[in-house]
């Protein structure tokens, strides 16, 4: 199965803009709003859509970049004013420059995500910024889930992982060397979603008020946060 098929397939039972997921999207969005710069935005696989809502009502400039053309179908049909691409991060030529270049949950998926920021630092501005945010293999979550069994290592691939077509969790410091290594400038790291258990454990027995604080505390603790990010130049 080709990368495309791969895509595909996946995006038939994807499913991250359902419960808690779409919290954590929505507290990525207010991170993100910190550090946008200029009005044109590349968002590189939007999957449902819900970053780029966001971004839509914020009255950006939106292309985005998606491998599935289900999913380049439904962001057509919902988003009619912005500019939806079809094709592999890998061979995607812009013939414009960005402002700010997101990857919401790209680089977990990707073959080689260095290759992957050299290629979106190309399609920056002068002064324009990338902003990255992945799982983090060292949240509190993962570390119980090692502790009780579940997981081999703290960066092991779970069931959900390999549902999404996760290739790799990142821990910290790797992700910080990515960046590095593609020779980009780490303006900012930070973390959200102090996440102690599961999705499906917190879905079922938290209120809304109690995920929207452990959002916020995820700040305060990025090393153990769920959701770890990036701002780099």
Known sequence: MNEIDKLDAISRSFGYSDGVMATSIGYCYKVLLRHLKGPSVLELGPAEGLMTELLVKSGHD??????????????TNK???????????????????????????????????????????????PEGRIFCAVPNASSLHRQAAVVMGLLKCENALNESDRQHGHRRVFFPD??????????????????????????????????????????HLGEKYPEIAGEIYIVAS
């Open 174 to 215: 790797e992700f910080r060397a990515v960046f590095i290594k593609a020779g980009l400038s780490v303006y900012q790291f930070g973390g959200y979603w102090l996440k102690p258990l599961s999705n499906g454990q917190i879905e079922s027995d938290w209120t809304q008020q109690m995920i929207d604080a452990f959002m």
């Open 79 to 125: 988003f009619p004013d912005i500019q939806v691409v079809h094709s592999l991060f890998e061979e995607y030529r812009p013939d414009v420059l960005f402002d700010t270049v997101v990857l919401g949950h790209v680089l977990e998926h990707v073959a080689d995500p260095v290759a992957l920021l050299k290629l979106a630092k190309s399609w920056l501005s």
């Open 62 to 75: 939106i292309t985005v970049v998606e491998g599935s053309q289900s999913f380049c179908h439904a962001l």
